[in-house]
């Protein structure tokens, strides 16, 4: 946080993660849907490109346009950072992010990588079955230092083995909406993914992944409809594009006010839901659309 004038406490560090973490959730949910209507592993790939990649570029151009126009020097990226920025793998070669919540965007892409395999090899119908091995995995991950991590980088990002437990969590909830309700096995790879949470983080912040468990498991069995309204449904609809122009764009908006912080921060906030919408009904969505027209994509 560039406004902050001392280092943040553990709790106020994982604070902005919390909804990132609810986001690998969610995609652990979603994908494990795309993949079971799509006819192929290579279809799953057009798909996923074709939903990330408009409004990333998009994202991309917007945030560097902005930071020119409202200068912070250390959020500023040179013109080939934004160029290795445009592959989404940037973390490959320690190349600093346009924004900083790109990061979560090449785990993402770790674990599409992982079910693209699963399915291109044939072996997701054996689902359950990884995903007990693959929870497991996680636990015994935890219990290493993360500073001084003795499992390869590659193993560790191949199997996504820092965030699987939401990614498994996701696709545990896609089962119990399937299924119209929970099955011992879902419990058990519910419990193990809690356990790996606790290892790796503050309990505050595990009571948090609980709490987004809970939160999740109500939406998926019919009992939150009450979240159902029409401003959480429109922010839902532009909330990849919302995810990616809010942080830095945020930050130059809120430095170059001379105003209390929370108008600052209301007008960054109002400014980041209009750009998003931008970018979603006049990028993300025609851009999809004309891909998908190109691969003969259905879906």
Not at 80 to 104: C, K, R
Not at 111 to 133: A, C, G, H, K, N
Not at 166 to 185: C, S
Not at 201 to 223: C, D, K, Q, R
């Amino acid at each position: 946080n560039p406004f902050l004038s001392r280092e943040p406490s553990v709790y106020e560090d994982f604070l902005g993660l919390i909804p990132v973490y609810f986001f690998f959730i969610i995609s652990g949910f979603v994908i494990t849907l795309t993949l079971e209507r799509v006819p192929s592993a290579v279809d799953f790939a057009f798909a996923r490109f074709s939903r990330l990649y408009p409004a990333y570029w998009a994202s991309i151009f917007l945030t560097s346009a902005i930071l020119l126009a409202l200068p912070m020097p250390q959020l500023e990226r040179t013109p080939f950072e934004i160029a290795v920025n445009l592959t989404m793998i940037q973390s490959v070669f320690n190349i600093p992010h346009v924004d900083g919540v790109y990061w979560s965007l090449y785990v993402e892409l770790c674990f599409y990588l992982f079910v693209f395999f699963l399915r291109f090899f044939d072996v997701w119908r054996y689902l359950p079955r990884i995903l007990i091995v693959w929870a497991i995995t996680a636990v015994g991950y935890g219990f290493f230092d993360q500073k001084l991590n003795p499992v390869p980088t590659v193993i560790v990002d191949i199997f996504v083995l820092a965030y699987a437990h939401f990614f498994i969590a996701g696709m545990v909830f896609y089962r119990v909406g399937k299924q119209g309700g929970f099955h011992p096995l879902d419990w058990v790879l519910l419990a193990l993914c809690t356990v790996s949470a606790m290892l790796r983080y503050p309990m505050e912040i595990s009571l948090s992944i609980v709490g987004a468990f809970v939160v999740f498991g109500l939406v998926v069995t019919g009992h939150a409809r009450i979240l159902a309204t029409q401003p959480l449904l429109y922010l839902g609809s532009i909330s990849y594009s919302l995810y990616l122009i809010h942080q830095n764009i945020g930050y130059s908006i809120i430095n170059h006010l001379d105003q209390p912080f929370w108008i600052e921060t209301v007008i960054a906030t109002v400014v980041a839901i209009v750009l998003s919408s931008g970018i979603t009904y006049l990028i993300e969505r025609p851009g999809q659309r004309v891909l998908r027209r190109i691969w003969g994509y259905r879906r």
